[in-house]
């Protein structure tokens, strides 16, 4: 059984930066691509960026890139995301997810990922 725990959410004033973590539980977070995905009320779920089981292959959303930087740490089972520059657009509930196989690359579709963190609110005011 994977479980994902998000943290680090809040609210901050545009211009903020915030760092959400994800920890994972298991042996096999070092063998599976993750990501972050977010959901705006009224809005459905959308990718923010995703990153290979190494490392190597980090892809990000456009409306994110250039502000945000998603990283791990095998070692600790931890999934990061790094949002700087953050604008009120970015508010939203951000998810973490671990992908259904043990694929070399990333993903973006939802459907791609099997196992999701219960979501952390990030909300930034004008």
């Known amino acids: 059984q994977v479980q994902l725990v998000e943290s680090g959410g809040g609210l901050v004033q545009a211009g903020d930066s915030l760092r959400l973590s994800c920890a994972a539980s298991?042996?096999?977070?070092?063998?599976?691509?993750m990501g972050w995905f977010r959901q705006a009320p009224g809005k459905e779920r959308e990718f923010v960026g995703a990153?290979?089981?190494?490392?190597?292959?980090?892809t990000y959303a456009d409306s994110v890139k250039g502000r945000f930087t998603i990283s791990r740490d095998n070692a600790k089972n931890t999934l990061y995301l790094q949002m700087n520059s953050l604008k009120p657009e970015d508010t939203a509930v951000y998810y973490c997810?671990?992908?259904?196989?043990?694929?070399?690359?990333?993903?973006?579709?939802?459907?791609?990922?099997?196992?999701w963190g219960q979501g952390t609110q990030v909300t930034v005011s004008s």
């Open positions: 997810a671990r992908d259904s196989s043990r694929q070399y690359g990333t993903r973006w579709s939802e459907f791609s990922y099997e196992y």
């Open positions: 298991g042996r096999t977070f070092s063998s599976y691509a």
């Open positions: 990153i290979s089981w190494s490392g190597s292959t980090i």
